[in-house]
């Protein structure tokens, strides 16, 4: 089993940065892809973006591409999302979620991400 605790939330104005963490604990997720999905008030859940077993891989959803960055250290078990030049529809629930296995694709479908955390809230203001 794996527990997944985001942290690193807040509120910000338009243009600001954060960063997102997720620590992962029992048995590793450090062995499997990794992602932030999102979810704003009254709509459905989105996925943000996914991080290869190693690190060394990455995807992003359009609308945040270039913007946000996810990185992993599996060394600390942690999962990161920094987040620049925040926009008002950036707000939202940010989830860290982790598969089981490692096969890259489907990468956006919640359904494929075993184990999630209870999310952290980011408002970001106009």
């Known amino acids: 089993q794996v527990q997944l605790v985001e942290s690193g939330g807040g509120l910000v104005q338009a243009g600001a940065s954060l960063k997102l963490s997720c620590v992962s604990s029992?048995?590793?997720?450090?062995?499997?892809?990794m992602g932030w999905f999102r979810q704003a008030a009254g709509k459905e859940l989105e996925f943000v973006a996914a991080i290869s077993r190693s690190g060394t891989v990455d995807t992003y959803a359009n609308s945040v591409s270039g913007r946000f960055a996810i990185s992993r250290d599996n060394a600390q078990k942690k999962l990161y999302l920094q987040m620049n030049s925040l926009k008002p529809e950036d707000t939202a629930a940010y989830y860290c979620a982790s598969r089981s296995y490692n096969t890259w694709s489907r990468l956006g479908e919640a359904s494929t991400y075993a184990y999630w955390g209870q999310g952290t809230q980011v408002t970001v203001s106009s």
């Open positions: 029992g048995d590793t997720s450090s062995g499997y892809i």
